[in-house]
DNA sequence: TGACGAATCGGACCGTGGTCCGTTTACGTT
DNA sequence: AACGTAAACGGACCACGGTCCGATTCGTCA
């Protein structure tokens, strides 16, 4: 549960105890009540602060948001690019990008209404976090092995990473109804396709 | 410019008028500050009507936006079901695919600000839009003609639109800053190789 | 033409995300 | 220990999307 401290200064004493408490109170209260149904103002109030002591420390909902997920994406990250094969490298491309794609879609599955709130609250958010940087250099890197340099790696891992946008996966589960396996498997009938020369 | 009323019975006149009023003060204002810069409260005081009368004709800003679109995307959807090849029937399927997207794209480059203004006020905006199950049913039928009945045009169906949210188009317009006929030809790429068997 | 009910109107109102700015607090320095 | 300053605080404040409800207008039927 702990973030790295963003300062390029050490941060001061109360400054990490609120950032702490602010992060407590949002995941409780996410927990309880449900991510949508949290204001912002509740979670300034649970955690014993000023409003914009939260707005302060995190920009922005969806930053907030994305402070909480930000173990999980760690994690992942660390996976992908130290981790065993087929996630980490050793595998041929094809198989680690099924592989990304799946761990992918369980972080997406164990925090789907968090992700949406990280890319929702500014228009845009998502493609702002550092975090999406990251995946698509992976993607992309994977792409042009396979496909070789007459493919445009760079725009078709642009392509790939869409239907794993937050907004895009909650409709295919909720509103579509589709089991998480079935998803995965058309996602990776598309890589996989996708990867052919 | 003209929306077809929605009424099961005819539109008083009054409430037509308002209509056309604010379809046209919208769309001025749009132009004039760009969508973003323009808030309900502007459209409404602009047309000279009540906020209330706004929310009431259009539900909300994406439905406001939707109705703006409303005659393109009527006409897109005329030409694939009922035009010439390769965007309407005739053709063989990957090539109509490929048509379709590439025609999606030209609208959604006219028109980028006022789509992602109609995807995005409510969360889930774009996949209650009506249109979105044409175009979805449109690809799901095509996919489903080329790669037979052992691969899931369905899913595969929603894979393939996601790049197409105006979001992600606007990502990799203006943030990335690709060419429209770069992202044409990497979304041509994608689809001809998830059609192949 | 007058009158009546239903449809429509509009401005006051609400909750939310986000910002401003005067006040307080931590902490290195002497 | 006292001090000075930069950092952090917090509650009042703002604009926006969206809703409520009493006042008004349309259109129909006598």
Redesign the pocket.
């Known amino acids: 549960m702990s973030t790295r401290p963003p300062?390029p200064?050490?941060?001061?004493?109360?400054?990490a105890?609120?950032r702490e408490r602010i992060l407590q109170a949002a995941e409780r209260l996410f927990a309880e009540r449900g991510v949508e149904a949290?204001?912002?103002?509740?979670i300034a109030e649970a955690a014993?602060?000023?409003?914009?002591?939260l707005?302060?420390?995190f920009?922005?909902?969806?930053g907030l948001a994305l402070a909480l997920l930000d173990a999980r994406e760690r994690d992942l990250q660390g996976l992908m690019l130290r981790g065993d094969p087929p996630l980490g490298p050793g595998a041929p491309a094809e198989e680690r990008l099924v592989a990304f794609i799946g761990a992918l879609v369980d972080l997406l599955e164990a925090h789907t209404d968090l992700v949406v709130a990280s890319e929702t609250?500014?228009p845009g958010a998502r493609y702002r976090s550092g975090l999406y940087a990251t995946y698509h250099m992976h993607v992309r890197l994977l792409v042009a092995e396979a496909r070789g340099p007459g493919a445009d790696a760079d725009a078709l891992a642009e392509l790939l990473l869409a239907p794993l946008a937050g907004e895009h996966y909650r409709h295919l589960r909720r509103e579509r109804g589709m089991p998480v396996e079935r998803i995965k498997a058309a996602l990776a009938d598309l890589a996989r396709h996708a990867l052919r020369r």
């Open positions: 300062a200064r050490a941060e001061r004493a109360d400054a105890r609120n949290v204001s912002m103002d509740a014993g602060v000023g409003k914009a002591t707005f302060r420390r920009g922005d909902r969806a609250a500014p």
